[in-house]
């Protein structure tokens, strides 16, 4: 596609579920990075790809956090024994990967996750 | 450690209206500076980002922002405001590898 997808658009589970949401990335673009933004609020980073690799991964708030980009294209981030305050939308950007600094990050229309 | 501000968290103006969203930073370096719009259901779209060139910079849609280092500013504008501009502006400060975005500025435009 022309740009990011993230599937699924809205997830809801229980508190103590586990999810997975899903980044499909621009194709060629070699950055990838997951921000949480909660109501009111402005997208906060989570973690960052370079490649396969984490190059970042500071903004993970603990370890129930995980994400993987195994092939460099699609990346997953996954949240064990989730609570309701990992209530938030989750959005996935890629960027070609030039300079952290400086990339265009180009945003998916993020999932919404809802913790009962 | 760097951050952004932006000041009102809504905004409403009249259709042909002049807009202006205020975003002051915080950055121990010299920073890049981005806005971003998001319409409901959409990701955030790239409007313009400064990276140290021209001070003024022009963006889609008609927006512009200028970069003044004195007043640690990067205020968006906009002559003439459209229906259509209606959406949530973020304000975005990048500078050693990570980047902060602000609250965030609903726009209204009144017709």
């Known amino acids: 596609g022309a740009g990011v997808s993230q599937t699924p658009s809205n997830k809801v589970t229980e508190k103590g579920k586990y999810v997975e949401l899903r980044c499909d990335p621009i194709?060629?673009?070699?950055?990838l990075y997951w921000y949480r933004q909660s109501l009111g609020q402005g997208p906060e980073f989570l973690i960052y790809?370079?490649?396969?690799?984490?190059?970042?991964d500071s903004g993970l708030p603990n370890d129930r956090f995980f994400a993987v980009r195994p092939e460099g294209s699609v990346s997953t981030l996954k949240i064990q024994r989730t609570e309701r305050g990992d209530s938030a939308v989750y959005l996935c950007?890629?960027?070609?990967?030039?300079?952290?600094?400086?990339?265009?990050?180009?945003f998916g229309p993020g999932t919404r996750l809802t913790v009962l | 450690a760097q951050s952004v501000t932006q000041l009102g968290s809504h905004v409403s103006v009249s259709e042909g209206a002049l807009v202006l969203l205020r975003c002051n930073y915080s950055?121990?370096?010299?920073?890049?500076l981005f806005w971003y719009v998001q319409y409901p259901n959409q990701g955030l779209q790239l409007l313009l980002k400064?990276?140290?060139?021209?001070?003024l910079v022009k963006g889609i849609n008609g927006f512009e922002a200028e970069f003044k280092k004195s007043e640690t500013s990067f205020h968006l504008t906009k002559p003439s405001a459209h229906m259509s501009d209606a959406a949530e502006y973020f304000c975005?400060?990048?500078?050693?590898?990570?980047?902060?975005f602000g609250a965030g500025t609903r726009l209204t435009v009144k017709p």
């Open positions: 950007a890629s960027s070609l990967g030039s300079g952290r600094s400086t990339d265009t990050q180009y």
């Open positions: 194709s060629g673009h070699t950055a």
């Open positions: 790809f370079q490649g396969t690799g984490a190059a970042d």
């Open positions: 950055s121990s370096v010299p920073p890049y």
């Open positions: 400064y990276t140290s060139a021209a001070t």
């Open positions: 975005a400060v990048s500078s050693l590898n990570d980047m902060r």
